[in-house]
């Protein structure tokens, strides 16, 4: 089986790669991270208390991957160790755990990839606005312009104020 390149998929607001594993054709590692500040301004006051739909999106991509590779015949477990690719990215990048892709083809490999990026955006998007369909095949910038036009300035001012104890007369 021959194996494709590495890929990448990556803005301010997430990134995705899948690069091969040295000495095992069709194996690939799987990283995802987002960078939750980014999102803040999209999803604050959206979403229940304690509830945080870039988190949950990112933690809920690796499940849909795993399921999207299983469908297509490959196999997938986890790698075991934190995202490696991805170690660049601090203050306020969550990285869900590697993920090991078998028995993919390079073509299968490029799907994961595209399959990830609109999934992850529109996983996210359905719990904050869900009326916006993500279109299928936007490049990197495309998705951030996106991502941008839906965040709101002074985010915090304008979410529902937080609940407060009653405080004693």
Same mark, same amino acid.
């Given at each position: 089986?021959?194996?494709?390149?590495?890929?990448?998929?990556?803005?301010?607001?997430?990134?995705?790669?899948?690069?091969?594993?040295?000495?095992?054709?069709?194996?690939?590692?799987?990283?995802?991270g987002l960078n939750l500040p980014k999102f803040n301004p999209i999803i604050w006051g959206r979403t229940g208390i304690c509830s945080n739909a870039a988190f949950k999106g990112l933690q809920q991509l690796r499940a849909d991957v795993s399921h999207y590779a299983h469908?297509?015949? /490959? /196999?997938?477990?986890?790698?075991?160790?934190?995202?490696?690719?991805?170690?660049?990215?601090?203050?306020?990048?969550?990285?869900?755990?590697?993920?090991?892709?078998?028995?993919?083809?390079?073509?299968?490999?490029?799907?994961?990839?595209?399959? /990830?990026?609109?999934?992850?955006?529109?996983?996210?998007?359905?719990?904050?606005?869900?009326?916006?369909?993500?279109?299928?095949?936007?490049?990197?910038?495309?998705?951030?312009?996106?991502?941008?036009?839906?965040?709101?300035?002074?985010?915090?001012?304008?979410?529902?104020?937080?609940?407060?104890?009653?405080?004693?007369?």
């Open positions: 089986m021959t194996t494709a390149a590495p890929l990448e998929y990556q803005n301010d607001f997430f990134t995705i790669k899948i690069s091969p594993l040295k000495h095992r054709s069709g194996a690939y590692n799987y990283s995802i469908q297509k015949g /490959s /196999s997938t477990m986890d790698a075991g160790i934190p995202c490696t690719n991805l170690c660049s990215h601090v203050n306020g990048w969550y990285q869900e755990s590697d993920l090991i892709i078998e028995n993919a083809s390079p073509e299968l490999v490029s799907d994961i990839l595209a399959f /990830s990026a609109r999934t992850l955006v529109q996983t996210i998007l359905t719990a904050a606005h869900y009326d916006i369909t993500v279109e299928a095949g936007l490049a990197p910038a495309e998705s951030q312009r996106l991502l941008e036009s839906l965040s709101v300035p002074n985010y915090q001012e304008a979410a529902p104020p937080p609940i407060a104890k009653p405080q004693a007369a």
